[in-house]
Each structure stands twice: as C-alpha cells, then as structure tokens.
C-alpha cells in the first residue's frame, strides 16, 4: 500500500535521482565502516575527499558540455579560483572566526561566489563563440588564471592589506604581519577544513541542483538552446541568459571543488599539475566517458578514473599507455548497443523496480 | 481590425533581390495564405517577419505595435509564432517537454525556486502540464507526450511544432509548409486541425503552402509570391484564375 503511494507520487527523474544519492550514501557507509574497521589502505583514505571534488568538477561540467552543448576546457582555472579564494578567506579570519563549521561554510560560499564571477565573466565575454573557439578561449583562460596566481604576493598587519607582483620583501610587512599568497609557494597552512563528510555532503548538493536544475523550466531552456538555438529564439526563450546562467553554476560549483581541494591540503600552490590544461581535460574525459548529458555517471566516471591510475601504478613506465588503452574500451563500451542494452536491463534503478515489484 | 500590416519590407543576398517591395495587411482572426513557387521568397518573409533577418527597408505592425528590426525573442514576446520548413524541434526533449518549452514565458518561478523546489516550482509546474497536455490533445498527440521528439514519426512533428508554436500564446502564427512530405491523407486531416485551431485559440494564420489548391480550400485570402514580388492578391478564386497565376506555376 505505501510502496504503491510512493510510485504514484515520483516521477521518473525523481526517482533516478534518489536512488543515485541513496547510491551515495551507501558507499559512503561503506567507506566509514571500512576505515572503522581498519580495512581501507592509506592509499584509499587519500582518495576519499578527491573522489568527491573530481565528481562535483565533472558533474558541473556536464551541464556546459552535456545540457546547454559548449565545450569549455576552464574547469581548473574555476576550480583554482574557488581554491584561492576561499583559501585566502580561511587565513584571513582564522582568529576572527574560531568556529570551524561556521568558518568553512563562509569559506564555501566566498569560493563558489569568486568562482562564479568569473564563470558569469567568461561566459558574458565569449557570447559570441562556440565549439572550437570557445575551448581555446576557455583553456586560455586556465591558464592566464593560474599563471597569474604565481605572481601575486598578499599579506597583512596593523596597517591592513599589502599587494605586489614583484616579491614578498617589497609588501613591507610590520613584524606582526602575516605573509597570505607568497607568489609560486601560493597558501601554506591553509585550516585543513575538509574530511570525506562534508565533502560528501557537497557532492550530494551539486548532484541536486544539477539534477534539479535540468528538471525545471530554466534547465529546459537550456536544453533548448543546445537542441536547437533558432527554435528557442523564435519560442521567446532568452539565449544569452540561459547561457550565461549555464556558464556561471558550473563555475561556482567548480569553485566549491576547489574550496574541498585548498582546505584538503597543507600548501596550495597553482601548478600546472594541479590547475592546468591536463587537469580541465582529464574533467572532460570524465564527462564523456560517463555520458555526455547523464550526471549519474559523471560521478561513476570520475570515482573509475581517479581510483585506475592509482591501481596501475605496478605498470611502472607503462602506466599511462595502459590507462590510454583502457580509456579507449571504455569509450567503446559505453557506446556498444549490446553494453546499453545491458546497463539499462542491469541498472540501479531496474533492480531497484524488480525489488519493489517482487515484494508487493 | 489589422493584426498585421507590412508596408514595402526588401531584403537583398547580394545581388540577388530575395524579398522585394512586400505588401500584406492581415485581419484579426483570418486564414492568410502565402504561396509561391520554390525560391519565390516566402521563407524569407517569414524570416524577416520574425527578426531572423533584419530587413533592408520596410515597416512591420503587428496589432498595432511597431516590431521592425526587433530579435526574434522580443517579436515572439510580441505575438508572433512561427514553425520552420525544415523541422526544428528540440530533439533530445520529450514531447510534453517541447510544449512546456513553448510555455516558457507564459509560466514563471525562478530558477532558484527551481532548484530548491520550492511550492512556486511544484505549482507552476501542474499548471503547466496541464496547459501543455490541453494543447497536445488538440493535435491528438497526448498519448506521445513522453515520447522524445526525435522519435515521433515525420508527420507528428511537423503537428507538434505547430502545438509549441501556439504553447507560446501567439496572436500571430505563421505556419511554414506544415504539410510537406505528408501524404494526402494526413494533409487533408492537419487542414482541418488548422482551421479548428484558429478557432479554439483564436489566432490570426498566415500559411505558406506548395500546393496552391490546397490553400484554395482553407484560406480566405492568398497572396502569391513569385522571384520575390507580389504576383497576386485577394480573393482564392481571384487569385487562382488569375492568368500571371497560372502561367507562374505553368511555366515553374
Ligand atoms: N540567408 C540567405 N543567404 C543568401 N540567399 C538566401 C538566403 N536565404 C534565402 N536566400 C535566397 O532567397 C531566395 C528565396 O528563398 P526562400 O525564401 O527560401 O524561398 P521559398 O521559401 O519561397 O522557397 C532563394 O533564391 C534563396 O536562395
Ligand atoms: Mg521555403
């Protein structure tokens, strides 16, 4: 009686995104009762909070490349900003704000809110551009960001905030003054604020209001501008702010990405390892190889291809040829007709069906 | 009453004088029909009626407002409803979703209501798929509404641009070929629907059509376009015995 309430009040959509955050929950369940037990190598404990920020960095970026259909390659360089930011935040009012929760909530907000500036910035500067052009720029712009970052020195004292471009000497710091953003060696002793919880948490966020954006009459306006962009124009539909408004969520969330990063490590520093191309690009390939529009697996992706290099490490030399190799059956494999119709017989949400059906 | 008054509208691709001199003044609530041999510069009417392109010269009123040179989002907020010759709909959405889309600036909350799921999102949200399934029913296309679009068969799309079209609430609906590559059948049964819809939704139609008898049964009035200038006017049977008339589609 109850399970019948339950199927006549959701929809579908409802429905595949409960049982994806249920799936969440589950495996984080799973991850605490592991590590309480001493079962998860320390190799694994490392990987929690990344698995949550690379799944929130490719779920955003789904909704430019998979709902609104624009290749943007900045995600690290939303990411960085997020990073920075809330990584300055966090310095700056550790003795101002002693509560952690109170602080890394600011901090996660400060982040998505730089993040989403300059998400609302790109977006409003690269109106005219699509495809191609718009990657190049997007990349340029990851890279101007973090190229940037190393060259600003911020610290303060009694006096208030220093800037310079040139070294840390010419800020002129009193001796009670406190060295911020040190060019090159960027944050150090940032609060590490993060553990797998909240970052748990926020990825559960970002998948609801993705999921519940795509749902909703801003979400199917952008579906129709990637569809069909003159059709939506001649329907009355607002192209440039649908846009833009794409444009900016993704950034923001990538900013609360890079809040979990700065706030998950001792010093922050923007190199190309961790802000550069590679980095937008691996968040890309994410994207596709969990299905270009489908954010569940964005998610899968993501965990897969975090946890592979990591597992192949034995290869030595061989590693990223094979992880290469392995990139590729997996791209043919999502896409063979036989392995669909396999993953919808087997999906989460089948068995999940066949359950509720064999109990009633 | 006129709904729509075009005065002298022209555009040129180059040397070539597509729209030329364009006339036409439409009554509230009458069936206009736009006919034309192939390349004759009725599509391109529509394109300029709807701020696809922008014209060379040329004034257009639409019940009264001025909406020359103004984008194709502000025309359609002004009255005007098109469909295309080749099929746009939005491929990748259902067909609930394609007419809900229509509805976009009809039924408003906020993204952020969107997103939080707030009691203005749930509310609207009924009272949008029910507008939408209204409209679907008109075109018989209700049971497909959780189709996606891209599957429908041919002549059902070319009917559901026409339901996302009006989902706009248009005073203005110009209909671009909505019988090509449908079967005489299905034709005569999309006339029919045509002149019921302009009834149940009190629109004014202007419709472009091949096939000049066919206009001839609905329409009550035609204009006949032919290398971009006005051939004929008026009345169908006027403008069917009309000598030029029959030596342009003759000679086509
Ligand atoms: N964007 C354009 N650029 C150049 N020529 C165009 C363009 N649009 C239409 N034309 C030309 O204008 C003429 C009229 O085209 P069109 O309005 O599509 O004809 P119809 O709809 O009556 O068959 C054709 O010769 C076509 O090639
Ligand atoms: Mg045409």
Redesign the pocket.
């Known amino acids: 009686m109850k399970k019948n309430i339950m199927k006549v009040n959701l929809s579908k959509d409802a429905k595949y995104n409960l049982i994806t955050i249920a799936a969440i929950i589950v495996v984080y369940a799973m991850c605490q009762i592991m590590i309480a037990a001493g079962m998860m190598s320390y190799l694994m404990k490392g990987l929690l909070v990344p698995f949550c920020y690379y799944s929130i960095l490719a779920v955003s970026l789904n909704l430019t490349v998979g709902i609104l259909g624009e290749l943007s390659l900045g995600q690290a360089g939303f990411m960085c900003i997020g990073a920075f930011a809330s990584a300055f935040f966090s310095k700056c009012t550790i003795n101002l704000i002693p509560n952690t929760f109170i602080r890394f909530t600011l901090a996660i907000f400060v982040g998505a809110l730089a993040a989403a500036i300059f998400g609302m910035f790109i977006g409003v500067a690269v109106l005219r551009l699509r495809g191609d052009y718009l990657a190049i720029v997007t990349l340029a712009f990851g890279e101007i960001i973090k190229n940037v970052l190393n060259t600003i020195f911020v610290g303060y004292d009694s006096k208030g905030f220093h800037f310079s471009l040139k070294d840390a000497a010419s800020l002129k710091l009193q001796g009670d003054g406190t060295l911020i953003i040190n060019g090159p060696q960027g944050i150090t002793s940032t609060p590490q604020d993060t553990n797998f919880t909240v970052s748990t948490l926020l990825l559960i966020a970002t998948f609801i209001i993705v999921a519940n954006l795509i749902n909703s009459r801003s979400g199917r306006a952008i579906m129709a501008i990637r569809d069909n962009r003159i059709a939506a124009e001649a329907m009355g539909i607002d192209v440039t702010k649908f846009r833009i408004l794409a444009f900016t969520i993704t950034a923001a969330l990538a900013g609360v990405a890079g809040v979990l990063y700065a706030h998950n490590i001792s010093s922050l520093n923007a190199t190309p390892k961790n802000f550069g191309y590679n980095m937008s690009i691996m968040i890309l390939v994410f994207v596709v190889l969990g299905g270009i529009g489908n954010i569940r697996g964005s998610i899968i992706a993501s965990v897969i291809l975090t946890l592979l290099p990591e597992y192949l490490r034995f290869l030595q030399d061989y590693r990223m040829l094979i992880y290469a190799i392995v990139l590729i059956i997996m791209m043919i494999l999502n896409w063979n007709p036989t392995c669909i119709a396999w993953r919808k017989k087997y999906s989460l949400g089948s068995i999940f069906r066949k359950k509720t059906q064999g109990e009633v | 009453m006129e709904m729509l008054s075009v005065k002298n509208l022209s555009i040129s ?2 040397g ?1 004088r ?1 729209v030329d001199s364009f006339n036409i003044t439409i009554q509230k609530g009458e069936l206009y029909g736009l006919i ?1 041999p ?8 529509f ?1 300029l009626l709807t701020g696809v ?1 922008k014209p060379d010269s040329g004034i257009i009123i639409l019940d009264g407002e001025n909406i020359s040179g103004k984008s194709p989002i502000e025309i359609n907020k002004a009255g005007i409803a098109r469909t295309f ?1 080749n099929i746009r709909l939005f491929k990748n959405l259902t067909v609930l979703d394609n007419v809900k889309t229509g509805l976009h600036n009809q039924y408003k909350y906020t993204t952020l209501a969107g997103i939080l799921r707030l009691p203005s999102y749930y509310r609207t949200e009924k009272l949008m798929t029910e507008k939408a399934y209204d409209i679907l029913k008109v075109f018989d296309l209700d049971k497909e509404a959780a189709t996606l679009s891209a599957n429908l068969p041919y002549g059902k799309q070319r009917k559901l641009e026409i339901a996302r079209a009006l989902a706009t609430n248009p005073k203005l609906l110009l209909l671009d070929e909505p019988a090509a590559g449908m079967n005489p059948a299905e034709t005569e049964e999309l006339m029919k629907t045509i002149t019921l819809i302009r009834e149940k939704f009190g629109v004014t139609i202007l419709l ?1 059509e091949h096939d000049m008898k066919l206009v001839a049964g609905i329409c009550e009035k035609i204009f006949v ?1 032919n290398f ?1 200038m006005e051939l004929a006017n008026g009345l169908p049977q006027d403008v069917l015995n009309n000598p030029e008339v029959i030596k342009a589609y003759l000679g086509e």
Do not use: E, S
């Open positions: 691709f180059g070539l597509a034309g192939n390349g004759a510069g009725k599509t391109t009417v394109n392109y010759q472009i376009l971009g």
